[in-house]
Nanobody, 116 residues
Framework: QVQLVESGGGLVQTGGSLRLSCAAS????????LGWFRQAPGKGREFVAL???????QYADSLKGRFTISREFAKNTVFLQMHSLSPADTAVYYC??????????WGQGTQVTVSS
């Protein structure tokens, strides 16, 4: 089992920045990727970014340049730095852990609200 706890969400104005954190615990040694997803009101969950154990990152094309994923391996923590936020970024952001290529473990999510 892997436990994931997100933090750092909140209310921010358009153009602002936020940094989300996700602390992983449990069988973290078995994870191959940590990632971020989001779900806006009335929409499905969408991929945001991920980082594998080598430190290689991937991003949703629409978010490249504004969002940055990073990882502190020693603390099993992954971060998502978000800049130039707009109301379209309003969503619940979820951290997820992949084992064997499949995102099996999910956090409870943290709400990000961007006001216009």
């Amino acid at each position: 089992q892997v436990q994931l706890v997100e933090s750092g969400g909140g209310l921010v104005q358009t153009g602002g920045s936020l940094r989300l954190s996700c602390a992983a615990s449990g069988r973290t040694f078995s994870t191959d990727r940590l990632g971020w997803f989001r779900q806006a009101p009335g929409k499905g969950r969408e991929f945001v970014a991920l980082m594998n154990w080598r430190g290689t990152s991937q991003y949703a094309d629409s978010l490249k340049g504004r969002f940055t994923i990073s990882r502190e391996f020693a603390k099993n923590t992954v971060f998502l730095q978000m800049h130039s936020l707009s109301p379209a970024d309003t969503a619940v952001y979820y951290c997820a852990a992949s084992i064997g290529g499949s995102f099996e473990y999910w956090g409870q999510g943290t709400q990000v609200t961007v006001s216009s």
